[in-house]
């Protein structure tokens, strides 16, 4: 910024001090400092606000808002960031100028305040922060002229070995003070051995050449603290020294070691388990492949995820989720041993935490892809020992996916996007196992993107339609229900079954919006179904585990009976066994909202999932939907089935609630269901999944002949073919 250096320098200076407010207004304008005051952090804000200040004199201990939270609103303000703010803390407040840093302070300053050479700080300040925002091309020269500031002078007069220093260079190089060292060996004292000779010589060459010279040394002080101090030499050519010394400076740098450990530490290293993070790992095995191709050799990336993981965070809190990713990590570097050939590309890293719950392993040197496993199978061994987080015994498991170099890929990106792709392949076919990776994943997984990539298309354009399957009633022979079930013919895929494209719709959530517009449609063609003296036919959607948890499925499913106007008792809503129990208070909570609209549910694919009946007598349900996994085996007489099938039908009644049974194939099915008092089948036998037009075909055909003659046995439509030769997959969504 460009100002006239006729106009004083505006200071705000925010203290709840009076005196010191005073003290302020009475001596630094006489320094040519114009002084604004504020007495707590709040009116600090809006005097900086109003008053645009060169600089911010900030007391740390203010009422209400400290000097800490001011200081971030501030830099937080417009032109905030540029303008210098000097924290005014205690002598010996060392948290205190910590945490003034880390609030974004420029500098501080100790009470008791010396105000004149506060005002000469000030100005310097000013004029640095002036430069800084004139000249920010020259950032880089004036963080250099700042680093230099507070050196040490020395001087060195390689002919008679003599040495001239400050105070300040005898300081810094661990000299008592007042200590006049006598030659150059007298000042390197303290300059570890090894690196004394290294320094020593190249002076000498220095001295002999001239030139400049700029080196790093650590030193060990009498009280065995080791510091790093760096020496800056320019020493022009012999014949160009009037006095033949070469002089220099030194400074203490450990603080700037130290800081640039950490910021490394924060940037390769994760903070929770102290493991390399995925940058680091990316480095380490961009080497390690470099080096695998150049001899010949194998290796192996082991992408590692914990199974179940989301449990522990959502039942036991993060802390116990963080507790057993450190325990996991320990886990694994006890069982990931040196025999192994892990961590050769650097020394004592063997292994990366990537984040959340997942880990990756490294293994070099490998005679053949295979012994991977070895180490895979150990890892799932020590993982799956049980722990101990608040209080509770907890087992888990973990999935291992295997990409090897380099048959699986030459390249960072390939080889954990393979591993990874074979991990997630593990998770699919039941966890708490390893996998190598092969090509027909990598198939797999683009044609899931693929199918997403579309999925998203289709309910942008439309692409779905609906089809119904008929319930018919077994005592009157007569349709009584359709079962709205999803079909998709994509321009791009074809004809994509259900099987295959709801679980990538529910993957991706995109099954919210889908779910939606079947509600719509469904109970739109359920009110076109609806003629005067016509028995009414309900329609029965399914609700997916996704719906069921949203919080506005209550209102998206009164806000279609108002719109569609469908009578709510010709609504039936399904839900499976499984999605039904995962929170069963919850769900109870929303059925029963749902239950106030007057519709009905039923419980879908019943006997695969928990198999209890207990259960249904918490849950306002009106009917059970009988697996057609348990109708197979009907005609056969299985013992099995035939029990299960009676036992439901019987415990069902008892308690009220109609049975239906699924997958109805066959005339033996459909005799044994009626004896056994089934309310209802649906079936391949009764109709096919079928578009609408046909289903209001059906309705008019339909006539109780019809059903005689299918429930006498002597029907001839032929199981795996269905009314009007209607085909479809199978029973989804």
């Known amino acids: 910024m460009n100002r006239d250096e006729t106009i004083p320098n505006t200071v705000l200076m925010v203290d709840d001090d009076p005196t010191v407010r005073l003290l302020a207004q009475g001596v630094l304008p006489g320094q040519g400092l114009m002084v604004e005051v504020a007495a707590d952090g709040e009116r600090g804000v809006v005097e900086f606000e109003r008053l645009r200040p060169d600089i911010v004199l900030l007391d740390v201990d203010l009422p209400g808002m400290d000097g800490f939270e001011t200081c971030r609103r ?325 999935s291992i996916g295997i990409a090897t170099f380099p048959g699986d890929g030459d390249s960072v990106e390939e080889l954990l996007k393979n591993a990874d792709t074979a991990m997630y392949h593990v998770k699919k076919r039941g966890k708490n196992a390893y996998q190598f990776y092969s090509e027909t994943m990598n198939a797999k997984a683009l044609y899931r993107l693929t199918l997403e990539t579309e999925l998203r298309k289709a309910v942008e354009n439309d692409e779905f339609e609906v089809h119904f399957q008929p319930l018919v009633d077994v005592r009157g022979g007569r349709v009584v229900a359709a079962e709205a079930l999803l079909r998709w013919h994509s321009p791009t895929l074809g004809q994509v079954s259900p099987a295959e494209f709801i679980p990538a719709a529910e993957e991706s959530s995109l099954i919210l919006p889908i779910g939606h517009w079947v509600l719509r449609a469904a109970c739109t063609q359920a009110l076109a179904w609806q003629r005067p003296g016509a028995a009414p036919v309900r329609v029965c959607v399914n609700l997916s585990s996704l719906q069921l948890e949203s919080p506005d499925l209550v209102e998206r499913v009164r806000d279609t009976l108002q719109e569609t106007g469908l009578d709510p008792s010709l609504l039936e809503l399904e839900i499976t066994e499984t999605t039904m129990m995962r929170d069963v208070e919850h769900n109870i909570g929303t059925l029963l909202e749902l239950r106030k609209l007057g519709i009905t549910f039923s419980v879908d694919d019943f006997g695969t999932g928990y198999s209890s009946l207990s259960y249904l007598k918490r849950l306002p349900i009106d009917t059970v939907k009988i697996d057609r996994s348990f109708v197979r085996g009907l005609e056969q007489q299985q013992e099995d089935d035939t029990a299960i099938v009676s036992a439901i039908i019987a415990l069902g009644h008892s308690m009220g609630l109609h049975i239906v049974a699924e997958g109805v194939e066959t005339v033996g099915q459909l005799e044994f269901l009626a004896r056994a008092g089934c309310d209802r089948v649906q079936g391949y036998l009764l109709g096919r999944p079928m578009p609408a037009s046909a289903f209001t075909a059906l309705l008019q055909e339909w006539r109780p002949a019809r059903w005689a003659h299918l429930s006498s046995g002597t029907a001839d439509t032929p199981a795996g073919r269905g009314a009007h030769g209607v085909d479809a997959g199978p029973t989804a969504f």
């Open 74 to 398: 501030i830099r937080a303000l417009p032109g905030g960031a540029d303008v210098p703010v000097v924290m005014i803390t205690g002598m010996d407040d060392f948290e205190s100028i910590e945490r003034a840093y880390e609030a974004g302070a420029t500098d501080f300053s100790s009470k008791p305040i010396n105000w004149t050479l506060l005002a000469h700080r000030i100005r310097y300040i000013i004029r640095s922060s002036t430069i800084l925002c004139q000249l920010k091309q020259s950032q880089a020269r004036l963080a250099q002229a700042q680093r230099i500031a507070r050196l040490g002078y020395w001087s060195w007069d390689p002919l008679s070995d003599a040495v001239d220093c400050s105070a300040e260079a005898c300081v810094v190089l661990g000299l008592e003070a007042g200590t006049d060292p006598a030659n150059l060996n007298e000042l390197l004292s303290h300059v570890l051995p090894e690196q004394g000779e290294e320094l020593r010589r190249a002076l000498r060459r220095t001295a002999e050449e001239g030139g400049a010279l700029d080196l790093e040394c650590r030193l060990k002080a009498p009280t065995g603290k080791r510091r790093i101090v760096q020496f800056r030499v320019e020493a022009r050519a012999p014949g160009e020294r009037p006095d033949g010394s070469v002089t220099g400076t030194v400074q203490d740098v450990t603080k700037r070691h130290q800081a640039e450990a950490k910021i490394r530490r924060l940037a390769y290293y994760d903070t929770l388990t102290g493991l390399p993070n995925r940058a680091l790992f990316n480095e380490l095995l961009g080497r390690a492949i470099h080096a695998a191709r150049r001899h010949g050799r194998h290796l192996s990336v082991l992408c590692i995820d914990l199974d179940n993981f989301k449990r522990i965070n959502d039942g036991l809190g993060h802390s116990a989720g963080d507790a057993l990713v450190k325990t996991v990590a320990k886990r694994l570097k006890e069982s990931v041993r040196r025999a192994d050939a892990v961590g050769r590309v650097a020394s004592g890293v063997e292994l990366a935490r990537l984040g959340g719950d997942e880990f990756t392993v490294l293994i070099t040197d490998l005679d053949k892809p295979e012994d991977a496993g070895r180490v895979a199978r150990r890892i799932l061994g020590e993982v799956s020992r049980p722990l101990t987080l608040e209080g509770r015994e907890v087992s888990m498991t973990a």
